[in-house]
């Protein structure tokens, strides 16, 4: 089983490590993208218009602009420690196995393309749906990039949780399921379910971390449907999603 991430906005800063070292990091075929994108976003965020070019809340800017120009020089750390958002609070890595997380998760980036969860790399931002001035939009930047370098062959089942701008960058090459969260209410003498987002972020760390903790291996959407059901979580399959449902 793969699972499949998107970052978080949130990230910590308490790098211990050296200087990023691209030919450490997994997935070595985007090194090419990942250091022209290092480039283009030092000079980007140098420049007076990048809060708005980088899409950066006002009271985040300077912060973020400032971790961006030093990129190349700043201390580094895992992955597993890098992002801190609901997500990853709920994925709660520090209770899982390490070395089973770290060959099960990857983590799309929209500097760094995709990342396992040992890669060491200094905090940054810079979302995927940013189109940076000297390079381009990020998603058609990746997606070439990706098919070629990033391949799952080992045919274990791919469980999707990304987000819609992380998840156009990469396809799987073979059938994948898809996890979405809804709320599920009465309305009118029936039952409505309607799209959540804040809680679905939580939704989808939780399973991922239930999922791990209990050493699930599905091959098919349907054992990943049990799998998730003798977890506690209530789910249904619909087509190539795997649909979560929160009850009020």
């Known amino acids: 089983m793969h699972i499949l991430l998107p970052p978080s906005e949130k990230k910590a800063a308490d790098g211990d490590g050296p200087p990023v070292d691209l030919?450490?990091?997994?997935?070595?075929?985007?090194?090419?993208?990942?250091?022209?994108?290092?480039?283009?976003?030092?000079?980007?965020?140098?420049?007076?218009?990048?809060?708005?070019?980088?899409?950066?809340p006002a009271g985040q800017a300077e912060e973020a602009l400032a971790r961006n120009r030093t990129l190349r020089e700043a201390a580094t750390?895992?992955?597993?420690?890098?992002?801190?958002?609901?997500l990853y609070d709920n994925l709660d890595l520090a209770d899982l196995d390490a070395a089973s997380a770290?060959?099960?998760?990857i983590v799309f980036s929209g500097l760094w393309g995709a990342l396992r969860l040992t890669d060491r790399?200094?905090?940054?931002?810079?979302?995927?749906?940013?189109?940076?001035?000297?390079?381009?939009?990020?998603?058609?930047?990746?997606r070439p990039a990706m098919r070629e370098a990033l391949r799952l062959d080992d045919g274990g089942l791919i469980v999707d949780m990304r987000s819609g701008p992380y998840a156009s960058v990469w396809k799987a090459p073979r059938p994948a399921v898809?996890?979405?969260?809804?709320?599920?209410?009465?309305?009118?003498?029936?039952t409505q379910r309607t799209v959540v987002s804040h809680m679905a972020k939580a939704t989808r760390g939780r399973i991922a971390h239930d999922l791990l903790k209990a050493g699930a291996a599905p091959?098919?959407?349907?054992?990943?449907?049990?799998?998730?059901a003798d977890l506690g979580h209530t789910a249904e399959l619909n087509g190539a999603n795997l649909d979560v449902i929160l009850n009020d």
């Open 121 to 142: 790399v200094p905090a940054y931002r810079l979302a995927m749906a940013v189109s940076l001035p000297a390079a381009g939009r990020l998603g058609a930047l990746w």
């Open 102 to 105: 770290a060959e099960q998760v």
């Open 219 to 228: 091959r098919t959407p349907e054992e990943l449907l049990k799998a998730v």
């Open 23 to 56: 030919a450490s990091l997994s997935f070595p075929g985007l090194n090419p993208l990942r250091e022209r994108l290092l480039a283009a976003l030092s000079d980007v965020s140098r420049r007076a218009d990048a809060p708005g070019i980088l899409k950066l």
């Open 77 to 86: 750390l895992p992955v597993a420690r890098l992002y801190t958002g609901v």
């Open 178 to 190: 898809a996890v979405r969260v809804f709320r599920e209410r009465l309305a009118g003498g029936g």
